[in-house]
C-alpha cells in the first residue's frame, strides 16, 4: 500500500515507516519539523535502506497539503501529526487545540476530495480519563481526558465517528496507545524531547548518562504494590507493528474500530528504575517526591481485542526498551543532530 504518514519524522512515526518499508508498503512522510528533525530521514535510510519521500508541509496548510494529495496517490493515512505535551497542553490550549484539530479536519476534507477511505489515527489511552476499574477494555467509557491535549484526541475521535455515520465507505481504525517507550535497537531513532523531559523513560535515560542527576519519583503512597504509579509501557517497535497489522485489517473494510495498543501488564516507576539499572549496569539516583497533579494510580490496558482481531501483540518487554532506551540516548545524548 502506498500509506501517508503523517508526523511521519516523529517518535512513533518515524518508527512506524521502518516497520512499513519492512512489510514492503511506501510511505510518504509528512511533517512540519515542529517536533522532529530533517536529520530523521538520513537514519531511516541507513538501517532500512530506503530514503522515504517527505514533505515539509504543515497539515493544517490546507493548500501545501492539498499540493501532496495531488502528486502522491495513496491507499491509507495513518495520523500521527499533533502535538502531544500534556503540561504545554494547559498553558497553551488554543495552540494545542487549533493545531491539532485544524490538521485533522484538512487532512479528512482532503481524503474526502481525494477518494481515500483508510484512515489510522494515533489516540491514547488518556480518552479513558481517570478509570473506573483495570485493565482498560474498549468498551469502557471515554470520559474525557484531564487536559486540553487529552481532549483534543476524544473530540478527533468523536469527529471520526461523525464521519464514518455519513460515509459508512470509510475504514477508521482509532488506535490507543497507552505508553510507549523504547527506542529502535540500532540506536539511531528514538524519543527525543525538547528540554526537560516529562516523561518517565526519557527522564531516567538521562539521568543514567549523568545530564540529570535523580529521578523524581512522584509519590509512593498511591494503592499499588509498592506504592509508585503503575502504566502499561510499550515498545515503540511493537507499536509500530501494531499500525503494520492494523493497516491490513482495514483492506477487510471493517468501518470504524477502535484498539487499545499496550502490553496488559502493568508496571511501576520502581520497576521500571530497577529494570533498567539491570537492563544497562547502571544506578538511576531517585528521590521521592509529592504526586504530580492530573496523574491516576495504575492504568493499563486490556489488549485481548487487538491479538483476537489483528493477531497482533506486544513481543518486547520493560527490560528490552529500558535497554533500547539507554542505547538510544548513550548514542544521541543531545538528541538526533
Ligand atoms: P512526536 O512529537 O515525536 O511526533 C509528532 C510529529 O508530528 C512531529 O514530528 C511533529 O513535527 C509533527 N507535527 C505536529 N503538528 C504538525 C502539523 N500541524 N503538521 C505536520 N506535522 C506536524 O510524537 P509521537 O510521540 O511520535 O506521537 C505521535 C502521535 O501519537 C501523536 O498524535 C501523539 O499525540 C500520539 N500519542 C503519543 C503518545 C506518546 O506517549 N508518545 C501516547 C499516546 C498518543
Ligand atoms: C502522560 C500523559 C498521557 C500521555 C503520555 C505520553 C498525564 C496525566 N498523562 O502519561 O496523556 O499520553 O504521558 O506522553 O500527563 N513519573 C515519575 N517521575 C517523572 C516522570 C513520571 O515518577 O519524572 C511517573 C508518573 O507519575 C507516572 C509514570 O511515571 O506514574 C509515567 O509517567 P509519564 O511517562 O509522564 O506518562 P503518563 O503520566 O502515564
Redesign the pocket.
Same mark, same amino acid.
Given at each position: 500500500m502506498r500509506v501517508l504518514v =503523517? /508526523? /511521519? =519524522?516523529? %517518535?512513533?512515526?518515524?518508527e512506524t515507516v521502518l516497520a512499513l518499508l519492512a512489510a514492503g508498503h511506501t510511505p510518504i512522510i +509528512?511533517?512540519? !519539523?515542529? #517536533?522532529?528533525k530533517i536529520a530523521v530521514l538520513d537514519r531511516i535510510k541507513t538501517i532500512a535502506g530506503v530514503r522515504p519521500v517527505f514533505y515539509q +508541509?504543515?497539515?493544517?496548510d490546507y493548500d501545501a497539503f492539498r499540493n501532496v494529495f495531488e502528486k502522491e496517490p495513496v491507499d491509507a493515512v495513518i495520523? %500521527? $501529526? /499533533? !502535538? @502531544?505535551a500534556v503540561g504545554e497542553s494547559v498553558s497553551k490550549p488554543i495552540e494545542y487545540y487549533s493545531? #491539532?484539530l +485544524?490538521?485533522s479536519l484538512v487532512l479528512l476534507r482532503l481524503m474526502k476530495e481525494f477518494g481515500v477511505k483508510n484512515i489510522v489515527f494515533?489516540?491514547? $489511552? =488518556?480518552v479513558y480519563g481517570v478509570p473506573d476499574r483495570v485493565p482498560l477494555s474498549e468498551t469502557d467509557p471515554v470520559k474525557g481526558a484531564t487536559n486540553p *491535549?487529552g481532549e483534543t @484526541?476524544v473530540m478527533i475521535e468523536r469527529i471520526l465517528e461523525d464521519a464514518y455515520k455519513a460515509d459508512p465507505s470509510l475504514n477508521i481504525a482509532l488506535l490507543? *496507545? %497507552?505508553?510507549?517507550i523504547g527506542a529502535h535497537p540500532s540506536g539511531l531513532l528514538g524519543?527525543?524531547p525538547n528540554g526537560i523531559p516529562n516523561?518517565l523513560m526519557p527522564y531516567v535515560s538521562q539521568v543514567a548518562i549523568g545530564k540529570l542527576k535523580a529521578l523524581h519519583v512522584y509519590g509512593d503512597d498511591y494503592p499499588t504494590p509498592d506504592g509508585t504509579g503503575v502504566r502499561d509501557y510499550i515498545h515503540v517497535c511493537d507499536l509500530a507493528e501494531g499500525h503494520v497489522a492494523t493497516l491490513k485489517k482495514l483492506e477487510a473494510k471493517p468501518g470504524l474500530v477502535v484498539y487499545n495498543l499496550g502490553t496488559g501488564k502493568g508496571t511501576s516507576v520502581l520497576e521500571i528504575v530497577k529494570a533498567f539499572e539491570e537492563a544497562n549496569g547502571v544506578k538511576i539516583p531517585y528521590v521521592i517526591s509529592p504526586r504530580r497533579p492530573g496523574d491516576v494510580a495504575e492504568n493499563y490496558a486490556n489488549c485481548d481485542k487487538a491479538y483476537r482481531e489483528l493477531g497482533w501483540k506486544a513481543k518486547y518487554n520493560v527490560t528490552d526498551a529500558c535497554r533500547d532506551a539507554y542505547r538510544f540516548q548513550q548514542q544521541n545524548p543531545n538528541g538526533i543532530e
Amino acid at each position: 500500500m502506498r500509506v501517508l504518514v =503523517t /508526523g /511521519g =519524522t516523529g %517518535f512513533i512515526g518515524s518508527e512506524t515507516v521502518l516497520a512499513l518499508l519492512a512489510a514492503g508498503h511506501t510511505p510518504i512522510i +509528512v511533517d512540519n !519539523l515542529s #517536533n522532529s528533525k530533517i536529520a530523521v530521514l538520513d537514519r531511516i535510510k541507513t538501517i532500512a535502506g530506503v530514503r522515504p519521500v517527505f514533505y515539509q +508541509v504543515d497539515c493544517c496548510d490546507y493548500d501545501a497539503f492539498r499540493n501532496v494529495f495531488e502528486k502522491e496517490p495513496v491507499d491509507a493515512v495513518i495520523h %500521527f $501529526a /499533533g !502535538l @502531544k505535551a500534556v503540561g504545554e497542553s494547559v498553558s497553551k490550549p488554543i495552540e494545542y487545540y487549533s493545531n #491539532n484539530l +485544524v490538521s485533522s479536519l484538512v487532512l479528512l476534507r482532503l481524503m474526502k476530495e481525494f477518494g481515500v477511505k483508510n484512515i489510522v489515527f494515533s489516540s491514547s $489511552a =488518556t480518552v479513558y480519563g481517570v478509570p473506573d476499574r483495570v485493565p482498560l477494555s474498549e468498551t469502557d467509557p471515554v470520559k474525557g481526558a484531564t487536559n486540553p *491535549y487529552g481532549e483534543t @484526541k476524544v473530540m478527533i475521535e468523536r469527529i471520526l465517528e461523525d464521519a464514518y455515520k455519513a460515509d459508512p465507505s470509510l475504514n477508521i481504525a482509532l488506535l490507543r *496507545y %497507552f505508553n510507549p517507550i523504547g527506542a529502535h535497537p540500532s540506536g539511531l531513532l528514538g524519543e527525543d524531547p525538547n528540554g526537560i523531559p516529562n516523561n518517565l523513560m526519557p527522564y531516567v535515560s538521562q539521568v543514567a548518562i549523568g545530564k540529570l542527576k535523580a529521578l523524581h519519583v512522584y509519590g509512593d503512597d498511591y494503592p499499588t504494590p509498592d506504592g509508585t504509579g503503575v502504566r502499561d509501557y510499550i515498545h515503540v517497535c511493537d507499536l509500530a507493528e501494531g499500525h503494520v497489522a492494523t493497516l491490513k485489517k482495514l483492506e477487510a473494510k471493517p468501518g470504524l474500530v477502535v484498539y487499545n495498543l499496550g502490553t496488559g501488564k502493568g508496571t511501576s516507576v520502581l520497576e521500571i528504575v530497577k529494570a533498567f539499572e539491570e537492563a544497562n549496569g547502571v544506578k538511576i539516583p531517585y528521590v521521592i517526591s509529592p504526586r504530580r497533579p492530573g496523574d491516576v494510580a495504575e492504568n493499563y490496558a486490556n489488549c485481548d481485542k487487538a491479538y483476537r482481531e489483528l493477531g497482533w501483540k506486544a513481543k518486547y518487554n520493560v527490560t528490552d526498551a529500558c535497554r533500547d532506551a539507554y542505547r538510544f540516548q548513550q548514542q544521541n545524548p543531545n538528541g538526533i543532530e
